[in-house]
Structure formats: C-alpha cells, structure tokens
C-alpha cells in the first residue's frame, strides 16, 4: 500500500514538473514581440525635436475602427485622378516578377529620380538639388506595397493589411528626408523606445 | 464596552473597505508648480474612481455636444485604450522644443503627461480605466437619456 501511495506521489510530482516545462516552453514560444512605428523630426535650426513611438498592433486595431472621409474600415478611397489612367496592378505584377534592377533613373539639372527593386524592397530615391534641397530615401517591402493594393476594388488601398504586412516584415527605415535643416526618419523596430 | 468596540470595528472595517472600493481603479495625480517668483504649486492626489462617478453629476445638457462629437469616435477610442492597456510602458510622443518639453507616456495602467516650460511643470497622470469610464459617460450622455 506504502509502495503504492509513494509511486502515487511521484507520479504527481512529475506531472507538476512536465506541465510546468510545458508552459515555461509555451511562454518561450508565444507570438514574436510586439513591432514599433517610430517618426522621428529633428529640425536642428529651431533646436525642436518631435518623436512619436506607436505599436504597429494599436494601429492595426485602430485603423478598420475609423470610417471619416476617404478612409473606411482600414481602406483608403482614391479618386481615379489619383492614377492617371495607370494600371497600378498591372504594374505592380511586373515589379513583383522582374528581378532586382533599376527601373526609373532620371537625372535632370536640378532633381535626381531613382526607383528601384532590392532584397525584396521597392526603393524611390530622390534628389532635389536646389539650394534647401531635400533627400527622400523611401524603402517598401514589396509584401507591404502587394498588402496595399491587396482589396477588391480598383480604387481602394488596404492600410489594414499593409500595416500587418508591417508587422511581420523585419527592422526597417522607411522612409528619411533630409533637407537644409530638418531630418524626417521613419522606422520599425522591436523597441518601444526611439533610440 | 465589548459592543461599543464591535460598532467601532464595524464602522472602521466598512471605511477601510470604502476607501479600498474608491481606491480600486488608482488614483489620479495632477502636480502643477510656477517657477515664478511668488510660485504657486499646486497638487492634488485623488481616487480615479470619483472621475466617472462625478460625470454623473454635470447635467447632461452640458455635454450634450461633447457626447454628440464623441460618439462616432467611440469605436476608434476602446480600441486604442484596450490596446495600450495591454502594451507595455513606454514613451507615445516625446516633444522638444526651446524651452519646452512634453512628454507622453504609458507607466502602468496609466497615461502620465509631462509639460516643462520657462514658467512651470505639469504633471498629470490618469488610470486608462478612470479615462474609458469617463469617455463612456461623456459618450453616452445626452438630452435622451439623462432627461
């Protein structure tokens, strides 16, 4: 009886010990950490500095929640105008399916114009050249500008998915504008915090 | 005297249970100090639980519009509070500029807005609980229902 009740107990406590491991490894293995939007504007004449720091998952949650003006239900109504007439499906099938190259490179006296694919990101480089001129560097990952222009109608743009297509792309800069005196950066990390 | 002093725990048990229910959704901090010379400082250290339950008391007629401007955007505001409810301590907007400084964060399961400039500090931190119930009441205040 003694025997049995000591088997017992030690069945038990292994047990405990298994679920425990369980959910130590269940907690190792809990969805990836949550991802960050930063914005951050530094004008260095004025001496101001803003910095925004925004969970991609609040965004994602907010965003179907607002139906004001063009945006409804985390989608974006744009005017046909908007377009030119350009089949931007269309297009982006081809970029999806032509390898890394350089599709537009204008260079004119004043404004230099790149747009490119690498590593699976699109890539708009442009160069304004005039005395205050800017330097825009815009890099997409190809899954976000697919995400985008992932809705059913023609004239729609899904933020929503683009945001979650965010979500799982890795650390990026997105967007960096630089002029005489201020510098725009845009970015996602894994840190809550700007720096 | 032996019933005298159960009256008496029953009225401390029942205050500290009291103070325990009004305490439970934290409490609301709002620290304001003038760098002047004659400077006044002000701070004021009170349970979040009276914010809501003192929008009962402003007549609905008053917040009225509020409630009107408020309601389309109920939606956008539960998700943005459940979701920084549930995300971890950080800074929202940090902003710099000569002489100013403001600051927005997330510390607990409160709001803390920081504001530094030549003339004073403020300090205000709130409950993300305290603010949604209060939202709700303004929401869903309104000649309607209240009158």
Redesign the interface.
């Known amino acids: 009886m003694q025997k049995a009740m000591r088997a017992f107990g030690v069945c038990c406590v292994l047990a405990l010990t298994m679920s425990n491991l369980a959910v130590t490894a269940l907690a190792a293995t809990a969805p990836a950490t ?1 991802r ?1 939007l930063h914005v951050k504007v530094d004008d260095a004449s ?10 991609l ?2 965004a994602a ?2 965003l179907p ?4 003006g063009s945006l409804h239900n985390g989608h974006v109504t744009i005017g046909e105008a908007d377009f030119n007439g350009v089949d931007v499906r269309a297009l982006l099938d081809a970029l999806r399916t032509a390898p890394d190259n350089e599709f537009v490179t204008v260079k004119q006296k004043d404004q230099d114009v790149r747009v490119a694919k690498s590593n699976g990101n699109l890539i708009v480089h442009v160069l304004d050249k005039s005395k205050d001129g800017q330097k825009v560097d815009v890099t997409i990952p190809m899954k976000v500008v697919d995400a985008l222009f992932s809705t059913v109608k023609d004239n729609e743009l899904d933020v929503a998915a683009a945001i979650r297509a965010l979500s799982d792309a890795g650390d990026a800069v997105l967007v960096t504008v630089q002029d005489a005196t201020e510098h725009v950066r845009i970015w996602i990390d894994s840190h ?3 720096e | 005297m032996i019933l005298l002093g159960k009256v008496a725990l029953g009225i401390a048990g029942t205050a500290l249970a009291g103070v325990g229910l009004i305490c439970s959704e934290g409490m609301i901090e709002v620290n304001v100090v003038e760098k002047q010379p004659e400077a006044h400082h002000v701070y004021v250290l009170a349970p979040a639980m009276l914010m809501p339950i003192g929008m009962h008391f402003v007549p609905s007629r008053k917040l009225g519009r509020a409630a009107m401007e408020l309601r ?1 955007w109920m ?2 505001i ?3 509070l ?3 409810r549930a ?12 002489g100013q400084h403001v600051l927005v964060t997330k510390d607990g399961g409160s709001v803390v807005v920081d504001v530094t400039d030549e003339d004073e500090t403020v300090h205000v931190s709130a409950p993300i609980r305290a603010i949604e119930s209060t939202i709700e009441q303004v929401a869903a205040a309104s000649p309607d229902t209240h009158q």
């Open positions: 949550e960050y004025k001496g101001e500095s803003v910095n925004v720091n925004l969970p998952s609040m949650a907010i929640t607002v139906n004001k809550s915090a700007s | 389309p939606p956008t539960r998700a943005a459940d979701q920084l995300g971890e301590d950080m800074t929202l907007v940090d902003v710099r500029e000569t």
